[in-house]
């Protein structure tokens, strides 16, 4: 497995919840973050229901990313969709927060050692993800660290009286193992 010093992942406990809820202080960020699948503000008791379904959930699994040094949280990812049959799963719910924390790489470091932990796990053959259009910045990160786009849904996701669209990205276990 790749590692980075710069942080550790780990499994999701409920008590980190109110923490990572913090990070989602606005409807951007709560639409890029749930997809509009939850209302906005996402409450910490929602979230640690959620969290507990995950975790007695073996098609799926959430997790922490963690500063090393400072021992704080600096990011929250699932692991979800899960296709044994077919050799996939995805990737869900993908954040690096607090605000201070994005931007300096974190983001493509984590996606670096999440590609790993996934395809370590010789069943799976493709990695998948589905990201706002407007989110330059995640669509940036995903790029850099081997996903492709491969489709376009078009004004799928709702966001007030608006429609957005998204992609829809991938990494096959060729692409990882090349990049290795």
């Known amino acids: 497995m790749r590692t980075d010093a710069r ?25 890029h973050w749930t997809g509009n699948t939850w209302a906005y503000p996402v409450g910490t ?26 021992q704080r949280l600096i990011g929250y990812f699932e692991i979800g969709s899960i296709d044994v049959a077919n050799h996939f799963g995805r990737l869900e719910r993908f954040l690096i927060g607090p605000q201070t924390a994005r931007g300096r790489g974190l983001g493509q470091a984590a996606m670096r050692v999440i590609e790993d932990q996934f395809f370590e796990d010789a069943r799976f053959h493709r990695f998948e993800l589905v990201v706002a259009t407007d989110n330059l910045p995640a669509i940036a990160c995903y790029q850099r660290a081997g996903f492709q786009v491969e489709g376009f849904l078009r004004e799928s996701r709702s966001f007030g009286d608006e429609w957005r669209s998204v992609l829809i990205m991938g990494m096959l276990r060729s692409e990882w193992e090349a990049s290795r």
């Open 7 to 31: 942080l550790v992942i780990e499994a999701m406990e409920t008590s980190m919840c109110p923490e990572v809820i913090t990070w989602v202080n606005d409807k951007t960020t709560h639409f």
């Open 45 to 70: 008791a929602d979230f640690e229901s959620h969290v507990v379904t995950i975790q007695a959930d073996p098609d799926q699994s959430a997790f922490a990313l963690r500063d090393p040094q400072s």
